[in-house]
């Protein structure tokens, strides 16, 4: 006899239950090892053993006829779902007194929220109140009651804000987040060498709920041991250490360029006299994934952006650069140069691994 559909749907949501109940015990599992982390003082993140669990996920997945795609998502899902409850597990002897300086910005927040979700004391010093942390009135006293300090201002006052924090002479860890460093790398590098100053910048916005899997490059500006407590703080993310001199002509690509490519699309639409409705009803899918993009930067802080253009000295040249790509394509579409179009074409696939 067939097999009615509801009492299939059951039995699938049966198997539902089965999994989550498995998926809970995975993750108390994973909370215990969490515990031991915490007392060990070991990391968050152990690589080659997400890697073997991933691996044996997919050629499980081969011997059950699944797809190894789905295999290989499932199994990062419950990494991640496991590195994200050990990171809520408090490091006591880990937890830090920190003053962030401009708590009450959209990125001063999501610090506040992270680093009260690791454990540490968190307390403000900005301009405004804030109802779920203490607020510092005196920078100075708060500067020198903190083991770390974190300075999430605009871009442009980040200096100011450092060269005061460097004057009270406190032994904590000091860093900004700042989108350019080049405003401050004189300074940056003076703290250096006479404090633990390093200079942190989490590559997402304050909206990101996890920090694992995303991206944090942290710039040496002469102390070694800034670098590798920084490090520490942000355990879970993907890390990435570089000079600070290095840092303002890698952003000129990763946020000037993407942003400036992004604001030359909306303002193009813009100028169009074509209506969002009416070019949305005809949108093919690279000018959906477009839209989505571009909403997300003209929906974000203006003074931000314009920083970014304004104060990164490279930033003139890649953005010469892609008004020269732009000519390229007008001029091979103009001359009817299709081997220049298709040259450009290939030379973009190979640039990013040939596939
Ligand atoms: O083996 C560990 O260290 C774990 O915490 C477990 C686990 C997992 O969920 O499989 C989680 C995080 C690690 O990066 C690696 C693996």
Known sequence: MREDIE?????????????????????????????RKASDSLPLRAPDVEEKVIGRYVSKAKEFGMSEDSASTIARLLIHES??????????????????????????????????SRGHKIKIYDTTENIKYPCEKDLKQGVLEAEVVIIAVPISYTPMILEEVLSYNTSALIFDVSSVKTPSAEILKKGGKIAEVCSVHPMFGPETNSIIDENVVICNCG?????DKAEELFDGANITKTDLDEHDKLMAYVLGLSHATNIAFFETLNRSGKSYSELSRVASTTFKDQVETSHNVVSDNAQLYYEIQNLNPYEQEVLSSLVDSVNTIKDAARKNNK??????????KEYFGGN
């Not at 299939?8 to 109940?21: A, G, M, S, V």
């Open 7 to 35: 009492d299939i749907r059951k039995r699938i949501e049966k198997i539902d239950n089965e999994i989550l109940r498995m998926m809970a015990n995975r993750t108390a599992a994973a909370v215990e090892m969490g515990k």
């Open 83 to 116: 590195i994200e409850q050990q990171g809520l597990i408090p490091r006591p002897a880990k937890s830090k007194r920190m003053l962030i300086i401009g708590g009450n910005g959209k990125m001063g927040q999501w610090l506040c929220r992270f680093f009260a």
């Open 223 to 227: 102390s070694y041991s800034a670098v």
């Open 339 to 348: 081997d220049a179009f298709t040259k450009m074409m290939n030379e973009g």
